[in-house]
Each structure stands twice: as structure tokens, then as C-alpha cells.
């Protein structure tokens, strides 16, 4: 069993912040895949269900974001989870809009709502980065993250979504690899309808040209010779 965490902020207040793509997320993963509605546990709200044969906890954590950990330690104990039965779904900053990145262990990276999870289960988690951008300066981040998607964004977040949807069941089976390529096929679809990049058609190949005896009269080749 897989323990599946989006990170963000509880209320309607942060709902669409960039801060919240982790919550949006697994809300998504639930709303498309028929888990049963969301319930009060663990300082968060989960929704337990299945991946065809793989079981899977979806968590929210309610406690904001710089205390996450405190809600994804106390599931782990009680699904009696060990840390790399654990996936966190978060923003990040240093990949672009609309970029996913997977990776197992390493750093928090400044990030709150990680410094926390780590403070309660160590490094060895797994971690689904979803890129929002930099603001360009780090004075500047608190309330880069803490702002709404504009409306601007909402076509690449969409395919991320969807993405990271579509790549769920990969995730109960820990395949970071398999759900890359599902993501991959939301927000860069192959350009043909085979599943692969469609190839140019060569040229066709110019006619040969042969010459035949030349026919023209002396003072006719002395005439082109000079014009």
C-alpha cells in the first residue's frame, strides 16, 4: 500500500494558490478514479481506495503547510508505513511551469511543507515535484507561492493534473518511471496519432535528364554563345 500526499494549505482562501498544486492533485487523482468522499483523520482528510488491485491512501494534511509532517507522520504509524511507502506530491519553484520532475530521497530544499515531513519521517520518501516557476528573486517567494494561478496558466496546469492523474495507479505500484511517461503523454502527446513523432516525407527524387545530339545550326551556337 501506498500512502499518496498532496501539500498545501486548508480553506477556500488558498484553494487556487500555487502553493496548493499538491492538493489539487490528489484531488484530482481522487475525483477521476472513484475514491469515496473525503473524511477527517489523522489531522488531514484521506480517502482510502484502489488502484485495480493496489490500495492506496490519498492524504491532505490540514494543519498548513509548515506543519505538514505532523498529519503524514501520524498516517504512516497508523498504516504502519515505512518511508518509501510514501509519496509526496508538491510545488516546486525551481522547475518551470508545467514541468513534473520524480525523485526518491534528498533534500527539502527550503520548501516548508518537506522540511516538516522530514522533521517527522526522514529523507527516504518519494517526492513528485510539480514546477510553478521562480518569481525571480527569493524575497519575493513567499508571496509568489501564496498567490492564485492566473488564468493564463490554467491550460498547462490542466494537462499537469490530468497528468499526474493518469499516472496514479503507477504511483500505488511505486513505477516513477511509468508515471513520468503518463504524465509525459498529457502535457507533450506524441505529433502523430501512433504514438510516435510523425517523420518527414523524403522528396521524391528528381527525373534524370539526358541530353540527345545537338542540333543546332553553327551560326545558332555562335548566337547562344553570346547572349
Not at 491532505?60 to 515505512?82: I, Q
Request: charged fraction near 25%; charge should be positive.
Amino acid at each position: 500500500m501506498k500512502l499518496i500526499v498532496g501539500l498545501g494549505n486548508p480553506g477556500a482562501k488558498y484553494a487556487r494558490n500555487r502553493h496548493n498544486i499538491g492538493f489539487m492533485a490528489v484531488d484530482r487523482i481522487a475525483a477521476d478514479h472513484g475514491f469515496p468522499a473525503w473524511k477527517s483523520k489523522h489531522q488531514g482528510v484521506i480517502s482510502e481506495g484502489r488502484f485495480g488491485s493496489d490500495r492506496a491512501v490519498l492524504l491532505k494534511p490540514e494543519t498548513y503547510m509548515n506543519k505538514s509532517g505532523d498529519s503524514v507522520g501520524a498516517a504512516m504509524r497508523f498504516y504502519k508505513l515505512d518511508a518509501e511507502e510514501v509519496i509526496v506530491l508538491h510545488d516546486e519553484i525551481d522547475l518551470a511551469p508545467g514541468k513534473v520532475r520524480w525523485k526518491t530521497g534528498g533534500g527539502h530544499a527550503g520548501h516548508n511543507g518537506l522540511r516538516s515531513v522530514h522533521a517527522h519521517i526522514g529523507a527516504d520518501y518519494a517526492r513528485v515535484r510539480l514546477g510553478v516557476g521562480h518569481p525571480g528573486h527569493k524575497d519575493a517567494v513567499p508571496g509568489y507561492v501564496l498567490r492564485d494561478f492566473p488564468k493564463a496558466d490554467e491550460g498547462w496546469l490542466d494537462d499537469v493534473l490530468r497528468g499526474c492523474s493518469d499516472g496514479a495507479p503507477h504511483l500505488a505500484r511505486g513505477d516513477g518511471a511509468k508515471f513520468m511517461n503518463a504524465v509525459a503523454l498529457r502535457v507533450a502527446p506524441p505529433r502523430s496519432g501512433t504514438g510516435e513523432k510523425s517523420q518527414a516525407k523524403p522528396k521524391p527524387s528528381e527525373p534524370e535528364v539526358t541530353q540527345g545530339p545537338d542540333a543546332r545550326s553553327a551560326l545558332q551556337k555562335l548566337m547562344d554563345r553570346f547572349s
